[in-house]
């Protein structure tokens, strides 16, 4: 009797083992589905074909003899093998995770459970880390980023504004391992700048600085002024992906007018000595672009006439769109009236996203390029739309 109850008792414990097991497998097996459906989704095989493609042109004995392109190449390879390694890593670890469940469902073996469902919990948070990425499948969110910033109304103190919001984008820049190139600044008189125009390389960079284009408000008490008086200053974010030749946009010769002054920059030893800077301004839109960071007057040319493809394109873009909004009654001007982000430094301490509604308290972070949390709150608000 003894033993009967006993055998009841282990077979019991067995079969609830089994349940508890075979829930944990169907939870990895899900997980794998997920993994599967977004490989495609990210058409990782896509990129696997491109790593191929850049090693074997790195391989070639002319590869250094443009050493810019041979750096982007360089940069862009090792960006892309990071992502493929990332998720095959996932992928292999849950496939072993997945054998080491099946193994302890057949043998009835609970003493794995915990490990197996503190490893399951891991991957599932590096999967939802990897995910994000799906957010960044737009047309251009894995091109290269032109970036302008232009100071607003308030004097000295929105010049000063515009320089800390450039800083703020360089060590953002840094923290993601991007390359950033300043292509263009006008200095303010007291400090900070007039406006500045900047060049990010690196995957996605597009993707992700594209939330921070707008309006910027900021609220504090002025180092500027002798009474310490509360100013509120604004600064304005360009943001543009860098298109590559395939991108057609018609600009016509009669249409242009090309000027040239000496570079203030760090071109080199010809700087303040040769006519190198160049201002590029299209007359039907009146858009004015300007380089002179570049060593040569051609090559400040050449990255002058990117940036004014990108603002034509972008334009061309921004016109249809208002054409649809209009349609449908949502159009609303673009004015300064419309910010998209805060900074308050007095009386109390905030920035927040009106777009979003995400705000946090820890202003000198934020400034300090701890800007993922307000960009991911803005790609999900836009891809659920």
Not at 86 to 93: A, D, H, M, T
Not at 179 to 192: H, I, Q, Y
Request: glycine content about 6%; charged content about 30%.
């Amino acid at each position: 009797m003894i033993v009967s109850v006993k055998f009841a008792k282990l077979k019991i414990n067995s079969y609830y083992i089994g349940i508890i097991m075979k829930e944990e497998l169907e939870q990895i097996e899900s997980l794998q589905a997920n993994i599967e459906k977004t490989w495609q989704k990210l058409d990782l095989d896509k990129t696997k074909a491109e790593i191929s493609a850049l090693e074997y042109e790195m391989a070639q004995p002319d590869f250094w003899e443009d050493q810019q392109k041979a750096r982007q190449n360089g940069q862009l390879l090792d960006e892309l093998k990071q992502e493929v390694n990332e998720w095959e890593k996932i992928s292999q670890e849950l496939k072993t995770l997945k054998e080491l469940s099946e193994q302890s469902m057949l043998e009835n073996d609970n003493s794995m459970k915990s490990e197996i469902s503190k490893k399951l919990e891991e991957l599932r948070k590096e999967f939802d880390r990897l995910e994000f990425h799906i957010m960044l499948s737009g047309k251009y969110d894995q091109k290269n980023a032109i970036v302008a910033i232009h100071a607003g109304t308030g004097g000295v103190d929105a010049q000063d504004w515009a320089g800390m919001l450039l800083r703020m984008y360089f060590r953002f820049s840094e923290k993601k391992g991007w390359t950033v190139r300043e292509l263009d600044k006008s200095t303010g008189g007291e400090a900070g700048i007039k406006s500045a125009t900047f060049h990010v390389q690196g995957r996605f960079a597009y993707g992700y600085l594209k939330a921070e284009a707008g309006v910027h408000r900021l609220v504090r008490i002025s180092p500027f002024d002798a009474e310490k008086m509360r100013h509120t200053s604004f600064a304005l974010v360009e943001v543009l992906p860098e298109l590559d030749d395939a991108v057609a946009v018609d600009i016509k010769d009669e249409d242009i007018r090309v000027d040239t002054f000496m570079s203030s920059g760090h071109g080199g030893q010809s700087v303040n000595t040769t006519y190198s800077a160049v201002r590029i301004v299209h007359n039907p839109t009146g858009i004015s672009v300007s380089c002179q960071n570049e060593r040569s007057q051609l090559q400040n040319k050449e990255t002058a006439m990117k940036i004014l493809k990108s603002k034509l394109h972008q334009l061309q873009i921004e016109e249809k769109q208002e054409e649809k909004d209009n349609l449908r009654g949502e159009y609303q001007e673009a004015a300064w009236g419309n910010q998209a982000r805060s900074y308050v430094l007095h009386p109390y301490k905030m920035v927040k996203d009106h777009r979003t509604k995400y705000e946090t308290s820890d202003v000198n972070a934020v400034l300090d390029g701890d800007l993922n949390e307000f960009i991911e709150q803005y790609l999900k608000a836009n891809i659920s739309k």
